[in-house]
C-alpha cells in the first residue's frame, strides 16, 4: 500500500498541516491510515486534537501501542529515523511501508538526508508549496539533480492559497500551468486551522464548512487516484 | 468566526459560504520576474534538446496518475542520490527550451517568440483572444 512522503523544499511551508489532515481525509474516505511524524518539532499530533505534553507511540512500538484518532494511528518517527539502524532496516524491509494501511510521513524541510533515505520507498511525494515569491524560488531545491517538471512520484499541492492577493493568484495560474497535472490540488488560507488547533480540536470538527478542509479533500481524491492499485509504478521497490 | 461575518450570513440567511475559485485568466496573470526567472533555471525546466519533441509538462485532460506516475521503476534502480546541477549553469538558447506554454500550441515553436519569455507570453495572448488557440 503507499507510502506517501509528505515533503517541501522551504520551511513553512504547512507540510505538517497537509500531512496530518491529507491522512485524516483518507481516513474519512474509508482508508487504513498510519500518520508518522518525523520531525523534530513534533507538532503533527496538534493537529489532531493532541497537546505538546501529550505523547504519541513510537513508529518500531508494537500496534498494541497504537494511539488513533478520528481513524488515523499516530506514529512519532523522528527518533527511530535518526538511528543508525534505521537505514539498514529500511534496506532489508524491515521497516512497515507496506501492508494494507495508507502510511503518510512528515518530513521536515531541511532533513534532506531523511528524505534521502525514504524517497525510493515513497509511492508518491507529496510536496506544498506556497504561493509567495521565496515559496516559488524554493522549487528550485525540490531535488537536486532533477528538473521539477521531470520529477516523477511527485505531486504539488500549493498551500495557504489567498486569492484575494494579486500574487497568490498570478502564482496559482502560474504553476497551473508550470505543473500542470503534477499539480495535485490547492488548499485555501483558511484561519479555521489555526483556530481549530488553538482549541485543541480536529478541523472538520471544529469549522464544518472550512475552505481548507474541502480542499484537502479533494487533494485525498487526487491522492487515492493516483495511487489506486493498478498503478504499478506505485509498487514498493525496496 | 468573526461577529461581522455571522451577522452577513444572517442577514443572508445562510449558514456559511460557498467558496468559489475565480482563477486568474491566463492572459490576466501578470508578468512577474519570479516567473521568468523559474522558468529559464535548469532546475525548473528541463533544458535537454530531447525536450524540443514535445512539452515535457502534462497536456490539459491527462490522468493525473499519468502524469505523477510514469513508468513504473526498475527493481535495480538505485536510491536517489544524484549530481545537483549546478546553480550557475549556462542556460541554452532559447530554442533549445521546452515552451512553458506549449501545450497551447501543440508544442510547436514560433520563430519570433524564442528566447523571450514576455514576448511569448503576449504572442500566446493575442492568439488566443483572436481564438486562435
Known sequence: ?238 | MRKDVANLLQRLGRRDFQYQEFADRFTEVELWPIFETLIRDPRILTMEPQAAAGPTMARPGTAVADVVMPAPRAETEEPAVQTPVVASAPAPAGGERPSLFARYGGGKREEDVTGDVRTLLHHLAQQIEQGKL
Do not use: W
Open chain 1, 1 to 238: 500500500m503507499p507510502f506517501i512522503l509528505c515533503h517541501s523544499p522551504k520551511g513553512g511551508a504547512g507540510t505538517s498541516f497537509v500531512a496530518a489532515h491529507l491522512a485524516l481525509a483518507l481516513a474519512e474516505a474509508g482508508h487504513a491510515v498510519t500518520a508518522v511524524d518525523m520531525t523534530r518539532q513534533d507538532s503533527l499530533k496538534l493537529y489532531f486534537g493532541m497537546t505538546p505534553i501529550q505523547a504519541i507511540p513510537d513508529f518500531d512500538a508494537p500496534e498494541d501501542d497504537a494511539h488513533v484518532v478520528a481513524g488515523v494511528s499516530l506514529r512519532q518517527g523522528y527518533r527511530v529515523a535518526h538511528t543508525d539502524a534505521f537505514a539498514l532496516s529500511l534496506a532489508r524491509g524491515e521497516v512497515p511501508l507496506t501492508g494494507e494501511r495508507y502510511i503518510i510521513a512528515d518530513v521536515s524541510a531541511d532533513d534532506v538526508g531523511l528524505r534521502a533515505l525514504l524517497l525510493p520507498h515513497a509511492a508518491l511525494v507529496v510536496m506544498p508549496v506556497v504561493p509567495t515569491a521565496i515559496g516559488l524560488a524554493a522549487l528550485t531545491q525540490a531535488q537536486p539533480g532533477t528538473p521539477l517538471v521531470e520529477q516523477d512520484y511527485t505531486g504539488f499541492v500549493i498551500n495557504r492559497l489567498d486569492e484575494t492577493r494579486r500574487f497568490g493568484r498570478n502564482a496559482h495560474t502560474f504553476l497551473r500551468e508550470l505543473l500542470g497535472g503534477k499539480l495535485l490540488g490547492a488548499i485555501h488560507e483558511d484561519e479555521a486551522v489555526n483556530e481549530a488547533t488553538a482549541r485543541g480540536q480536529l478541523l472538520p470538527a471544529h469549522t464544518a464548512a472550512s475552505a481548507a478542509m474541502k480542499d484537502i479533500r479533494n487533494l485525498a481524491v487526487a491522492v487515492a487516484a493516483v495511487c489506486a492499485p493498478g498503478q504499478d509504478a506505485i509498487e514498493d521497490v525496496a
